[in-house]
Structures are given as C-alpha cells and as structure tokens.
C-alpha cells in the first residue's frame, strides 16, 4: 500500500504555533507562593508583638506616675489647728521632675465634707500644692484606688493618674477632708517610645523578608545549577549525538524528567539505526533487480533473432512485475513503521474485520485458481465460501452493522490480511488448500489464514518477521520473495493494537501436523 501524500509541515491545516515558555519562572512562582504568607505571618506576629510592647510601656510608664502619687499620699496629715497638710512635699516634687522638667506636674487638692453630708464634687478646691486646674477623671473613683486617664493641659496631651482619699480630723469629731492627689506628664516620650518599637517591628520584618526572598532566589538557583549544565551541554553537542544525558547531581524530583528524556533519546536513536538500516537494506534489495534489468536489458538489446529478443522483453517484463511489488513493499513498510502518522483526533475509525477478510480472499481468488489452490472462506457468522465464488456474497448481506467491529484502520488490516493470504498462497503447493476464517473470541476478533504448506518450525516463527527473512528451504520457489511481507503485516498489526501468531495448522490434509496457521488478533470494539 502507497502512502497518502501528507500536508506541507507549513500547510495551515497542520500548522501549529510553538508552545510558549511560562511567563513565570520557578523563582518568581515560588516568591509569589512564599512571600506573602511570610509576611502576613511576620505582620500579625509583629502586631501582637506591638502591642504587647505597647502594654508594657504604658504599665511602665503608669508605674512611673503612681510613685508620686503614692509618695503624696501617705504624707497627707490634718494638724492639730483641723488643717490638711504634706509632709515634705518638695522632696517628692523634686524627686518626681528630676529626670525631665517639662510637662510635668503635680496637684494635691482638697475638699471639705461637711458634718454629717456627702461629698459635693462642685465644692470649692483647696489646692494644697501644685499647679490647679488639671482635669479631673470622668467619674469619682473610689477611695484608695489610682485611675489612669488621657487629657490635656495647656494644649498638651497628658497622661493622668490620680488617687482619691479621705482624711479625718482627729480634734474635731466628724470632720473629714477628700484629698485628689493628681500627678501628670507628657504623652511625648511614651509616643516615640512607641514609634520607635514600630520602626523596629517594620525594620526587622523587612529584613525577615528581603532574606527570605534572598535566599530562595539562591536555592532555587542553586537548585537548577544542574539543569543548566544540562542545557549548555545539549546546546554544545553534535546533532547526531544521541548518548543520553548525564542525570548525576540532578535533583531527585527532575530525576524523572532527566529519564523520560533519555528514554526518548534511546526511542529516537533506536528509529535513526532503524532507518540508517533500511536504508542499507532497501537499496542492497533494489540493487540486485535493478542488476538483472540492466543484463536483460543488455543482452535484448545485442539479440537479433526477434524470438529471443521477446523472450528477453518477458523477463524483464517479469523482473519489474517484482521490483515493482518490491518497491511497493518497501513503500508499505515505511508507512508501517513511521511514528508520527498519528491517528487523527477524537473517536477511532470502525472497520469491520469480517468484511475486509471477505474482500481480500475475493481479491486472491485469481491467483488461487491459477496455482490451482483452493482458497475457501468462512464468514464470522458460520458461512462457508470455497474458491468456486463468483464474488457476489453468498449470504446476503444486506445489513450496514459491522459484524466483527474492531477500531483500526481499515486499509491497514487490509494490507495485512493481504499480505497473510499472499504468503500462504506462495508457499502452499499447488492443489494445496487454503482457508480464512473469521471468528469472536471473548473480548477479541480473530482472522485466521490457514495453509497446507510446510508450515514453519516453531524455533524460527518469530525470525520470520524481521525484514528481508527468507525461507530457503522451501520448494516452492517462494524464497525469491523480498522477505516484508510478514514483516509489514505485523507492523500494521501493532499500529492497530493488534497482534499477529502463528502456530501448526493441524488441518485435515496434514494429519500429522504440518501447514502454517496465521491468526490475527485485535480488541473487539464494545458495543
């Protein structure tokens, strides 16, 4: 079978675009993964952090106040005269606006309760030391216990705290004094301590991340340093170096990639010697008939008795009968054996490997009868047809549905069931039978060509499918054949996902064993 010509590899109908190489790389997908995680973590830790800082300098801070405060309130004393007093309150002054002068202040106020009443918060304030006028806290907070509050004095924010107490009047029963003991400082320093620990926060994240980027960049260049080396080296070597790549120092997750490329290399490398081979053998096969044509050609041309000059036209009519069913072979087996004539997309063809048979045993009756062979047939649903068929179909098929349903080719189980049949023909003697039978097997389809020939010794059936194999022990005369016929039918076989067996034919003629059966298997197609 010639092989259908094929579209330009620039034709629009097969052309495809290139496949574009990512927009990212390994580099920026694993930073685009990492990075942010990284610094959502480093921000909610450094914002817990913060503020956990945040509260220790306020209660620091606060801390700071109260001792003054404290201080003041345990020197509040009533003299003798029913005055309130502090004792040695410029100590404690001194003391609390040592380490920073301004916005600083102190205040002791007090208020008299009358006999017998409540306190009255609108009562005049007698300040006692200090500076009056700073703010007091929303509500009255409960004797002995500080409270701690924002305000501002003076147009500065201040920090507060204050402690309220009642003192009583020793000399005068029933006379009590309500003390508010404030003391106050700037939210200046506490601000920028704060700022200063959220600049830190921010300025330890930032390196956090800017190594961790860093890094990565390094690893994952570190990482491919290898398959760099394997670029240049693919880059560097000669076109016909085929020797598979060095996978040493690969990491282990490319390791497989490394392999399935030098499986593809060793695939590519078996086809190139492949085809170096048939190369060899196809031209060593034409030289020969090409050598007789030409001696024929010869002696035609010298020969002037015209009886002789026409039997040498007859042979080389006859020698380019066989070339040119040579040259078709070596055509088939080409097509057979090319890797890239992928099937098209979508759904398999269907063929009907019970109709193919049936045509090909049409297609040789001919040369049956001229051999005087009987060439019989028998239909996948138990109809038997011999070689005295006049090419109508004896049972009537009148149904469109496939009888044996197999997804192949169905020029391509042509040629192989053709070329099943032809080898039996030629090697089966004359008034020799032949039969070709169609049959289900479970889940298979099978087409069996069976002869009555000499059949083939069980330790060379697989030798007679290499290329150019040859019987010379056979006296039919079938060893001047080019030794593709099996070769090709069982390249067809494969391509199709089927197979192809030979085993004794065992038929009635050879009861002692003998003849040559060829069984062609394929996966029945699921209804």
């Given at each position: 079978?010639?092989?259908?010509?094929?579209?330009?590899?620039?034709?629009?109908?097969?052309a495809?675009?290139?496949?574009?190489?990512?927009?990212?790389?390994?580099?920026?997908r694993?930073?685009?993964l990492?990075?942010?995680?990284?610094?959502?973590?480093?921000?909610?830790?450094?914002?817990?952090?913060?503020?956990?800082?945040?509260?220790?300098?306020?209660?620091?801070?606060?801390?700071?106040?109260?001792?003054?405060?404290?201080?003041?309130?345990?020197?509040?004393?009533?003299?003798s005269?029913?005055?309130?007093?502090?004792?040695?309150?410029?100590s404690?002054?001194?003391?609390?606006?040592?380490t920073?002068?301004?916005?600083?202040?102190?205040?002791?106020?007090?208020?008299?309760?009358?006999?017998?009443?409540?306190?009255?918060?609108?009562?005049?304030?007698?300040?006692?030391m200090?500076?009056?006028?700073?703010?007091?806290?929303?509500?009255?907070?409960?004797?002995?216990?500080?409270?701690?509050?924002?305000?501002?004095?003076?147009?500065?924010?201040?920090?507060?705290?204050?402690?309220?107490?009642?003192?009583y009047?020793?000399v005068?029963?029933?006379?009590?004094?309500?003390?508010?003991?404030?003391?106050?400082?700037?939210?200046?320093?506490?601000?920028?301590?704060q700022?200063?620990?959220?600049?830190?926060?921010?300025?330890?994240?930032?390196?956090?991340?800017?190594?961790?980027?860093?890094?990565?960049?390094?690893g994952?260049?570190?990482?491919?340093?290898?398959?760099?080396?394997?670029?240049?080296?693919?880059?560097?070597?000669?076109?016909?170096?085929?020797?598979?790549?060095?996978?040493g120092?690969?990491?282990?997750?490319?390791?497989?990639?490394?392999?399935?490329?030098?499986?593809?290399?060793?695939?590519?490398?078996?086809?190139?010697?492949?085809?170096s081979?048939?190369?060899?053998?196809?031209?060593?096969?034409?030289?020969?008939?090409?050598?007789?044509?030409?001696?024929?050609?010869?002696?035609?041309?010298?020969?002037?008795?015209?009886?002789?000059?026409?039997?040498?036209?007859?042979a080389i009519?006859?020698?380019?009968?066989?070339?040119?069913?040579?040259?078709?072979?070596?055509?088939?087996?080409?097509h057979?054996?090319?890797?890239d004539?992928?099937?098209?997309?979508?759904?398999?063809?269907?063929?009907?490997?019970?109709?193919?048979?049936?045509?090909?045993?049409?297609?040789?009756?001919?040369?049956?009868?001229?051999?005087?062979?009987?060439?019989?047939?028998?239909?996948?649903?138990?109809?038997?047809?011999?070689?005295?068929?006049?090419?109508?179909?004896?049972?009537?098929?009148?149904?469109?549905?496939?009888?044996?349903?197999?997804?192949?080719?169905?020029?391509?189980?042509?040629?192989?069931?053709?070329n099943?049949?032809?080898?039996?023909?030629?090697?089966?003697?004359?008034?020799?039978?032949?039969?070709?039978?169609?049959?289900?097997?479970?889940?298979?389809?099978?087409?069996?060509?069976?002869?009555?020939?000499?059949?083939?010794?069980?330790?060379?059936r697989?030798?007679?499918?290499?290329?150019?194999?040859?019987?010379?022990?056979?006296?039919?005369?079938?060893?001047?054949?080019?030794?593709?016929?099996?070769?090709?039918?069982?390249?067809y076989?494969?391509?199709?996902?089927?197979?192809?067996?030979?085993?004794?034919?065992?038929?009635?003629?050879?009861?002692?064993?003998?003849?040559?059966?060829?069984?062609?298997?394929?996966?029945?197609?699921?209804?």
């Amino acid at each position: 079978m010639v092989p259908q010509p094929r579209p330009a590899p620039d034709s629009p109908a097969k052309a495809t675009e290139a496949p574009q190489p990512q927009r990212f790389g390994i580099r920026a997908r694993l930073l685009a993964l990492l990075l942010p995680g990284i610094v959502a973590l480093l921000a909610l830790d450094s914002w817990n952090d913060y503020q956990t800082l945040t509260d220790s300098l306020v209660v620091a801070y606060d801390q700071s106040l109260l001792e003054p405060v404290q201080a003041l309130a345990n020197g509040i004393v009533v003299a003798s005269d029913g005055s309130v007093r502090v004792q040695e309150p410029f100590s404690i002054q001194a003391m609390f606006e040592s380490t920073r002068l301004r916005y600083k202040y102190l205040h002791v106020g007090v208020q008299r309760i009358p006999k017998g009443e409540a306190l009255d918060v609108n009562s005049p304030e007698t300040t006692l030391m200090g500076v009056p006028g700073l703010p007091r806290p929303a509500q009255r907070p409960p004797d002995g216990t500080p409270v701690f509050y924002d305000a501002e004095h003076e147009g500065h924010p201040v920090r507060v705290a204050a402690l309220r107490q009642t003192v009583y009047d020793n000399v005068h029963p029933g006379v009590a004094y309500s003390v508010l003991i404030q003391a106050a400082e700037g939210t200046g320093p506490r601000a920028r301590a704060q700022a200063e620990t959220l600049r830190q926060e921010v300025l330890r994240d930032t390196r956090m991340v800017l190594v961790t980027a860093l890094l990565v960049w390094l690893g994952v260049a570190w990482t491919l340093r290898p398959l760099e080396r394997l670029r240049r080296s693919l880059r560097e070597r000669p076109r016909d170096d085929l020797t598979p790549l060095d996978a040493g120092g690969v990491p282990r997750e490319v390791a497989p990639l490394v392999d399935a490329v030098n499986h593809h290399i060793a695939g590519h490398r078996r086809m190139v010697a492949e085809q170096s081979q048939f190369l060899a053998d196809a031209s060593h096969q034409l030289r020969t008939p090409l050598s007789i044509l030409s001696i024929q050609a010869g002696y035609a041309v010298r020969e002037t008795d015209p009886a002789r000059m026409r039997e040498s036209l007859h042979a080389i009519v006859a020698q380019l009968a066989r070339t040119r069913r040579l040259s078709e072979q070596l055509l088939a087996l080409a097509h057979a054996t090319t890797g890239d004539e992928a099937a098209p997309a979508g759904e398999p063809a269907i063929a009907d490997l019970n109709a193919i048979a049936r045509g090909v045993v049409l297609q040789y009756l001919p040369l049956a009868r001229e051999n005087d062979q009987d060439l019989g047939w028998v239909d996948a649903r138990g109809d038997i047809v011999g070689d005295e068929a006049d090419g109508t179909d004896e049972a009537g098929d009148d149904d469109d549905a496939p009888v044996l349903p197999v997804a192949a080719n169905a020029a391509e189980l042509h040629e192989v069931l053709a070329n099943l049949v032809h080898n039996a023909i030629k090697y089966t003697p004359r008034g020799g039978n032949i039969t070709v039978t169609v049959r289900r097997e479970a889940s298979h389809a099978l087409a069996e060509v069976c002869d009555s020939g000499p059949g083939i010794a069980p330790e060379r059936r697989e030798s007679v499918f290499e290329r150019f194999h040859r019987d010379t022990s056979s006296t039919t005369g079938a060893a001047q054949g080019a030794g593709l016929g099996l070769t090709i039918a069982r390249s067809y076989a494969r391509r199709n996902g089927g197979e192809i067996e030979l085993s004794n034919a065992d038929m009635p003629e050879r009861p002692n064993g003998g003849g040559l059966r060829a069984t062609l298997r394929l996966p029945l197609r699921a209804a």
